[in-house]
Structure formats: structure tokens, C-alpha cells
């Protein structure tokens, strides 16, 4: 599997943007997606995660309502759509890809197989 993450960019507080992740190679059908965060200086943080077999989502608290994950089977692309954009989400953001999951670990980036590069995503005015 084969991953690529976009949409990334620059956007003041309270700005949008919309970070797609397209797979390729097999299917994402069978798998999850997560979205995690990287800032600088900092560790990686789970963002959101979605499973594709019955589309649960799983998102962090820092996040929850303002950040939406969803998915386009035809296009085989996983998406994050973020709002109401705080400085504090500034970091690079990676997607990820990986099956067999239960609730407990879909938010562990040790647990995802596959992973795209990152995107950075700057909220600044």
C-alpha cells in the first residue's frame, strides 16, 4: 500500500482546510485510516481515525468537533476536514493504514502498517 497525503498549507485562526490521503496498491476496504500529528518538538499525536468496514470514526478530544474523517471508496481516498483551525494545530500531519484494530488501539501509530508523508499544516495569522 501507497500513501499520499495533501492539503496541507498556510491558514489564520478560525480558517479551514481539507487533507486528502489517496491510497494505492490494494484496497483501502479491508483497513483503517488514521490521521496523526506531528509538531515540532513534540511527540506524534492520534488525530482521527476511521475504519472502513462499517465507517466508525475515532477522533482525539482535542479535535472532536471541529475536525470531521471520512472516505471515498471510488477514489480509494480517506479525508480530514479541520475547521475552525487553531494555532495549535499547526504540525505536520501523516496519514496511516492498517488493519485488525479494536477500539483500544486504533488510536496507536505503532499499530499502522503503512504510512504516507507528511503534510504541513500552519495556522497563523
Known amino acids: 500500500v501507497q500513501l499520499q497525503a495533501s492539503g496541507g498549507g498556510l491558514v489564520q485562526p478560525g480558517g479551514s482546510l481539507r487533507l486528502s490521503c489517496a491510497g494505492s496498491?490494494?484496497?483501502?476496504?479491508?483497513?483503517?485510516t488514521g490521521w496523526f500529528r506531528q509538531a515540532s518538538g513534540k511527540e506524534r499525536e492520534f488525530v482521527a481515525a476511521?475504519?472502513?468496514?462499517?465507517?466508525?470514526?475515532y477522533y482525539a478530544d482535542s479535535v472532536k468537533g471541529r475536525f470531521t474523517i471520512s472516505r471515498d471508496r471510488a477514489k480509494n481516498t480517506a479525508y480530514l476536514l479541520m475547521n475552525n483551525l487553531k494555532p495549535e494545530d499547526t504540525a505536520v500531519y501523516s496519514c496511516?493504514?492498517?488493519?485488525?484494530?479494536?477500539?483500544?488501539?486504533?488510536?496507536?501509530?505503532?499499530?499502522?502498517?503503512?504510512w504516507g508523508q507528511g503534510t504541513q499544516v500552519t495556522v497563523s495569522s
Open positions: 476511521l475504519r472502513w468496514t462499517d465507517g466508525s470514526t
Open positions: 496511516a493504514a492498517g488493519s485488525g484494530f479494536i477500539v483500544s488501539t486504533i488510536r496507536q501509530a505503532s499499530r499502522y502498517t503503512y
Open positions: 496498491g490494494r484496497t483501502f476496504s479491508r483497513d483503517s
